[in-house]
């Protein structure tokens, strides 16, 4: 990876707020570029609301706001005359690899790799990664920001706040075990 290398955040690992900032973080380090277009956010915003009636609205739309105002270039547009001619097996996925090509993105960070086999992806020059996956590989290049990201994001937290030892089983629970793994001999560093 290198600052050129795009990457499309899939609703899904936007969805859980633990995962969407420390991806933030990670996008702040500059090792990557980090985009998602204004259908991947009202996905995610739509499918929290479900699940969590108590939250606001306003306020997920404000989250949305900060994410494409602190990274520049974030959002995608102009992608929807490809959606017909892309064809997964979740036809309501085909947004996101849209977008991804109108940006030229290497590669799509998702939870549901399934719905976006390499069969479908590489005439597009591009492939669907887990975020432990992408997480680790970015770790393997520059450990350095990786871990920086992490502490960024663990200082950030404040209601409550995690001791380090908190913060790295909080990105466990977030179905990150492979970053849990790579980042625990820096608990202290974190």
């Known amino acids: 990876m290198s600052s050129n290398y795009t990457v499309v955040y899939d609703a899904n690992v936007l969805y859980p707020a633990p995962l969407r900032s420390f991806l933030m973080y990670l996008a702040l ?31 997920l739309e404000r989250v949305r706001d900060l994410m494409n105002q602190h990274v520049p270039g974030s959002v995608v547009a102009g992608f929807e005359s490809l959606v017909d001619s892309i ?3 979740d036809p309501n996925d085909r947004h996101v690899v849209a977008a991804a090509i109108q940006t030229r993105a290497e590669a799509i960070v998702t ?43 663990r200082l950030s937290l404040k209601h409550p706040s995690f001791s380090s030892a908190d913060y790295l089983d909080l990105l466990q629970r977030q179905k990150l075990p492979k970053t849990f793994g790579i980042l625990q001999p820096y608990t202290l560093m974190i």
């Not at 990557?32 to 479900?50: P, T």
């Not at 590489?122 to 992490?150: K, R």
């Open 111 to 153: 939870f549901n790799l399934k719905d976006f086999p390499d069969s479908a992806l590489e005439q597009y020059c591009l492939t669907a990664i887990h975020p432990d996956e992408f997480i680790s590989s970015l770790f393997e290049l520059n450990a350095g920001a990786v871990i920086e990201a992490a502490r960024r994001h």
């Open 87 to 89: 064809h997964l097996p």
């Open 29 to 59: 380090s500059g090792e990557f570029r980090a985009r998602w277009s204004n259908l991947i956010h009202e996905e995610w915003i739509r499918n929290l609301l479900v699940q969590r009636p108590d939250l606001k609205r306003e306020k």
